[in-house]
Nanobody, 125 residues
Framework: QVQLVESGGGLVQAGGSLRLSCAAS????????MGWFRQAPGKEREFVAA????????DYLDSVKGRFTISRDNAKNTEYLQMNSLKPEDTAVYYC??????????????????WGQGTQVTASS
């Protein structure tokens, strides 16, 4: 059974920073692409960032490039999302997720089979 547990969300003023963590159980972590997605009220879930199993490849939503950084520590079975210069439009529930197939790199939400419970991020203006 694969479990993903996010932490680190909260309330910050616009321009502030937060670091999200996602702790994974099971052998899936070190061989699977991991990602972060977010969903704001009344909107569809959207891709935010992804990192390949080795950490060598990353991809980001255009609006977060230069502000957010995704990383992973396979020895600790943990991925991270460092969020700087937060804007009110970044407010959403953030989910970590893992691609269902080993080694494949994708940002397609349909390919992500494992999901955390979500953590709220609020950037106030």
């Amino acid at each position: 059974q694969v479990q993903l547990v996010e932490s680190g969300g909260g309330l910050v003023q616009a321009g502030g920073s937060l670091r999200l963590s996602c702790a994974a159980s099971g052998r899936i972590f070190s061989s699977h692409t991991m990602g972060w997605f977010r969903q704001a009220p009344g909107k569809e879930r959207e891709f935010v960032a992804a990192i390949s199993w080795s950490g060598a490849r990353t991809d980001y939503l255009d609006s977060v490039k230069g502000r957010f950084t995704i990383s992973r520590d396979n020895a600790k079975n943990t991925e991270y999302l460092q969020m700087n210069s937060l804007k009110p439009e970044d407010t959403a529930v953030y989910y970590c997720a893992a691609v269902g197939t080993p080694t494949i790199f994708t940002i397609d939400v349909r390919r992500y089979s494992y999901w955390g419970q979500g953590t709220q991020v609020t950037a106030s203006s």
